[in-house]
């Protein structure tokens, strides 16, 4: 059976962003609706929800809000989220499966976000084109922005507990000032 070529998501950004988080590629339930961090396991959401747990706008949960909704609350924090990749090959949803993919286009997106503090990879993967990353940040004159490598949120990466994550998640957006 031969792999598609799939697109991903366009950039979730504002020009108030200050922490871009990255992941690698959009899951199969991500792409089928349409959302970023659209799998109902996924710790993304929840992830955040603890990091500002007195600025959910709703009682319950934030996956309870539309996604409009939590895409608004994301950017009002000062978070914008997009992936490394813009499209690939890939059956499923592991980035083990990932294959011809084509990297986004970086120095495009900085010039979006001139409040960019830092950039975070969600995961290994998205991590392994950090080069890419900082091959843009040099070309834009921004050759100091840090990069972080976070856990992934990912139901695949079930090695790291939700607190293990949430620790290493806080750590990040602190020091990006968000906290």
């Given at each position: 059976?031969?792999?598609?070529?799939?697109?991903?998501?366009?950039?979730?950004?504002?020009?108030?962003?200050?922490?871009?988080?990255?992941g690698s590629f959009?899951?199969?339930?991500?792409?089928?609706?349409?959302?970023?961090?659209?799998?109902?396991?996924?710790?993304?959401?929840?992830?955040?929800?603890?990091?500002?747990?007195?600025?959910?706008?709703?009682?319950?949960?934030?996956?309870?809000?539309?996604?409009?909704?939590?895409?608004?609350?994301?950017?009002?924090?000062?978070?914008?989220?997009?992936?490394?990749?813009?499209?690939?090959?890939?059956?499923?949803?592991?980035?083990?499966?990932?294959?011809?993919?084509?990297?986004?286009?970086?120095?495009?997106?900085?010039?979006?976000?001139?409040?960019?503090?830092?950039?975070?990879?969600?995961?290994?993967?998205?991590?392994?084109?950090a080069r890419h990353?900082?091959?843009?940040?040099?070309?834009?004159?921004?050759?100091?922005?840090?990069?972080?490598?976070?856990?992934?949120?990912?139901?695949?990466?079930?090695?790291?507990?939700?607190?293990?994550?949430?620790?290493?998640?806080?750590?990040?957006?602190?020091?990006?000032?968000?906290?």
């Open positions: 059976m031969s792999e598609l070529r799939l697109t991903g998501l366009p950039p979730l950004v504002s020009g108030a962003t200050r922490l871009l988080i990255l959009p899951g199969a339930a991500s792409l089928a609706r349409q959302q970023y961090y659209g799998h109902p396991y996924n710790q993304f959401w929840p992830i955040l929800e603890a990091l500002w747990p007195e600025e959910v706008p709703v009682q319950g949960s934030i996956r309870t809000l539309a996604y409009e909704a939590r895409c608004q609350w994301l950017l009002a924090r000062g978070l914008g989220v997009w992936d490394v990749y813009a499209s690939c090959e890939r059956q499923g949803s592991l980035d083990a499966a990932i294959r011809q993919p084509v990297v986004n286009d970086f120095a495009a997106l900085l010039a979006q976000c001139p409040c960019l503090q830092a950039i975070a990879h969600n995961g290994g993967e998205s991590f392994s084109q990353v900082r091959a843009s940040l040099q070309a834009s004159g921004r050759p100091d922005l840090p990069l972080y490598k976070l856990p992934s949120t990912s139901p695949a990466n079930a090695s790291w507990r939700f607190e293990r994550k949430l620790a290493a998640w806080r750590e990040v957006v602190h020091s990006a000032g968000l906290l």
